[in-house]
T-cell receptor, first 112, second 114 residues
Framework: QQQVKQSPQSLIVQKGGIPIINCAYENTAFDYFPWYQQFPGKGPALLIAIRPDVSEKKEGRFTISFNKSAKQFSLHIMDSQPGDSATYFCAARKTSYDKVIFGPGTSLSVIP | DAGVIQSPRHEVTEMGQEVTLRCKPISGHDYLFWYRQTMMRGLELLIYFNNNVPIDDSGMPEDRFSAKMPNASFSTLKIQPSEPRDSAVYFC????????????FGPGTRLTVL
């Protein structure tokens, strides 16, 4: 049972473009939503995270938009660079329970 | 700190053999997680520990898989007997307390079962 859905599965954009990765969840008990970035041959690493009491969070070129009523959130990468090419995982977690539920991942390629 | 350490980085074995994967979490972290990553199934949580005690092993695929954490600085994931469908990258991660704490992943062990 997939508790966190993610799309698209893969994405190719040109340098400078704004890739958008979308995620959706069903469980309203989730109240913490991290995004992880994974480069080939490496383990995932936390990129940015948001709580549902804010609608947007920005860190550098990375922005999370959150729509609590729709139970959806998305990652935008401004002015994307070839170095952003990686797999991105959205995730969700209930703070009263330790487990993080990961989405299936999006493979992003930024071409020069 | 050196981060989460996993060994071996690569393991090639034959079907039926026992495989042991090792993990050293970041010092001071109370939680340790074992994940499996495949193209078909993505990133799956197998088991996690809190203060060396297994909390949730519902992701362990079957009895052939077992995990231990004898002390705060060491954990093992064992597969006996191994099967070709166990081929995957296995990650260990650790974190501080519960709540919003970031999980720090190790570099992974790429397991190939022939």
């Amino acid at each position: 049972q997939q508790q966190v859905k993610q799309s698209p599965q893969s994405l190719i954009v040109q340098k400078g473009g704004i890739p958008i990765i979308n995620c959706a969840y069903e469980n309203t008990a989730f109240d913490y939503f991290p995004w992880y970035q994974q480069f080939p041959g490496k383990g995932p690493a936390l990129l940015i995270a948001i709580r549902p009491d804010v609608s947007e969070k920005k860190e550098g070129r990375f922005t999370i938009s959150f729509n609590k009523s729709a139970k959806q959130f998305s990652l935008h990468i401004m002015d994307s660079q070839p170095g952003d090419s990686a797999t991105y995982f959205c995730a969700a977690r209930k703070t009263s329970y330790d487990k993080v539920i990961f989405g299936p991942g999006t493979s992003l390629s930024v071409i020069p | 700190d050196a981060g989460v350490i996993q060994s071996p980085r690569h393991e090639v074995t034959e079907m039926g053999q026992e495989v042991t994967l090792r993990c050293k979490p970041i010092s001071g972290h109370d939680y340790l997680f074992w994940y499996r990553q495949t193209m078909m199934r993505g990133l799956e949580l197998l088991i996690y520990f809190n203060n060396n005690v297994p909390i949730d092993d519902s992701g362990m695929p079957e009895d052939r898989f077992s995990a231990k954490m004898p002390n705060a600085s060491f954990s093992t994931l064992k597969i006996q007997p191994s099967e070709p469908r166990d081929s995957a990258v296995y990650f260990c991660a650790s974190s501080l307390l519960a709540g919003d704490n970031e999980q720090f992943f190790g570099p992974g062990t790429r397991l190939t079962v022939l």
